[in-house]
């Protein structure tokens, strides 16, 4: 079981990072309920998410995701892709 709250509410005082999930031409695609809306209080824990559940997110249509700290791109695309 994942270690992540899955409550899908985002707090940027609190949990100021996320990830961006996107199909391979960049547009935002709608993952299943318990990946989407993922916040995380650090990017360490952001990435270790994405690291855990990016065969999860591939096999719903994600092709890449792009990081952000709040409303600022930290980095990405990063592809998906094996």
Known sequence: MSQFDP????ST????WR???EDGAGGEVAAPAELADQTFASQAD???WVGEFW???ADAGVGAVTLFEADRQVYGP???EA
């Open 46 to 48: 952001a990435e270790s």
């Open 13 to 16: 005082e609190t949990k100021p």
């Open 19 to 21: 990830w961006r999930l």
């Open 55 to 57: 065969p999860e997110l």
């Open 78 to 80: 990063m592809s998906l």
């Open 7 to 10: 409550s899908g509410t985002r």
